[in-house]
């Protein structure tokens, strides 16, 4: 069964402090890491998708890696805009996403 | 542009009332989706539609009953809900590929409390 594990669940950062979140999945054939950002109230954000170990991409303060077994979401000066819920998710089957619970990000001034 | 929109924002019902919530894109997607989220939890597939018909039912009670009029439309039917039911209702939209790229897309959801 498809499993995917987000780390830690919440982590609380000073401005400009960097660091990283982790997604751990188990599955059959990765056809698709997804990360997403989702604010309070309002619906996920689509931030990346990584397909192959060793892939990495990059938006402004934020940066994902691949390997085989596990994503980093590296957050790199971060400010007090990036405070949010960060979620991971792997592609089953043609449609469906599983998703882990999220790491909810406090970025203190 | 990446625009999933949704109506209401905001609803709340009884357990005997009948209301809908809706979502529209025009992406040009033919994947649609819903999604329920509790609070503090990732979101849960409910339905999707391919193409205008429905693809997955992931064994939602039959008080949510789901409509695609049109590629760009997607409706959730609501009756006789219980207050367990109150949730953020998302909805989604992908290119509907099945392939490795597509992408969801999410709306804005609709927080519904079930009095």
């Known amino acids: 069964e498809d499993q995917v594990t987000q780390s830690p669940e919440a982590l609380r950062l000073q401005e400009g402090e960097s660091s990283s979140l982790n997604c751990s999945y188990t599955?059959?054939?990765?056809?698709?890491l997804f990360w997403y950002r989702q604010d309070p109230g309002k619906g996920p954000e689509f931030l990346f998708t990584l397909y192959s170990a060793g892939e990495e991409k990059e938006k402004e303060r934020l940066k994902a890696t691949l390997t085989k077994k596990e994503s980093f979401l590296h957050i790199t000066a971060p400010k007090p805009e990036d405070s949010a819920t960060y979620l991971c998710a792997v592609r089953q089957g043609a449609q469906k996403l599983v998703f882990g619970q999220g790491t909810r990000l406090t970025i203190n001034p | 542009d990446t625009e999933v929109t949704q109506t209401p924002k905001h609803l709340v019902m009884g357990m005997t009332n009948k209301k809908s919530l809706k979502c529209e894109q025009h992406m040009g997607h033919r994947a649609m989706y819903w999604y329920k989220q509790k609070a503090k939890k990732p979101p849960e597939l409910m339905f999707v539609y391919s193409y205008e018909k429905l693809s997955i039912n992931e064994s939602v009670p039959s008080r949510f009953s789901p409509e695609c009029p049109n590629s760009s439309l997607l409706n959730l039917h609501l009756h006789a809900l219980q207050p367990e039911d109150s949730a953020l209702y998302l909805c989604?939209?992908?290119?509907?590929?099945?392939?490795?790229?597509?992408?969801?897309?999410f709306g804005p959801g609709t927080r519904l409390t079930v009095l």
């Open positions: 599955v059959s054939g990765l056809r698709g």
């Open positions: 989604a939209s992908s290119r509907g590929l099945a392939d490795r790229t597509d992408t969801q897309y």
